[in-house]
């Protein structure tokens, strides 16, 4: 298995690293404050994750990384649709809150609207994908 060594390879592998010290001395210098300690321990988790992106992009040829056209069509594709199924989740809830007076927070909008986007465009994308051709 052979390691790309390129600058961006090193420039993201030494953001994770920094990341991953500055949560550490965070941690051993800890205040008493519990939004101190959630920042050094998601300093830490983004180490985890950075480390894991680095080693699969290091991993493949510059070649495999790069999307082609049917790639990109089908996550615009995808994309479009899933922010239509927002705008639509958005005025369903709005306008079942206005009719049956359910007393929605608006923290239960935004956390709905985000898995909705999410959850559509990651179908949309897989569906579309499946189905191959895309106009």
């Known amino acids: 298995m ?3 060594t390129d600058k961006k390879i ?3 592998s030494g953001i994770g690293l920094g990341s991953v010290l500055l949560g ?3 941690l051993i210098f800890q205040a008493q404050s519990k939004a ?3 920042i050094e321990f998601s300093l830490i988790f983004a180490w985890l994750f950075m480390s894991a992106m680095v080693v699969y992009a290091a ?3 510059k070649t495999e990384l790069i999307a082609d056209e049917r790639v990109t069509r089908i996550n615009e594709k995808a994309g479009y649709t899933a922010g239509l ?3 639509l989740a958005v005025m369903i809830l709005f ?3 206005k009719i049956w007076s359910l007393n929605l927070e608006l923290e239960d909008m935004y956390w709905t609207t985000l898995l909705t986007g999410t959850y559509s465009w990651l179908i949309l994308r897989w569906y579309y994908n499946r ?3 895309v106009v």
């Open 36 to 38: 101190i300690f959630f």
């Open 24 to 26: 550490v001395v965070m």
């Open 131 to 133: 189905r191959g051709e």
């Open 95 to 97: 306008w079942a809150d």
């Open 59 to 61: 991993t493949k040829p």
């Open 10 to 12: 090193l420039l993201i």
């Open 85 to 87: 199924l927002v705008l």
């Open 2 to 4: 052979k390691i790309r």
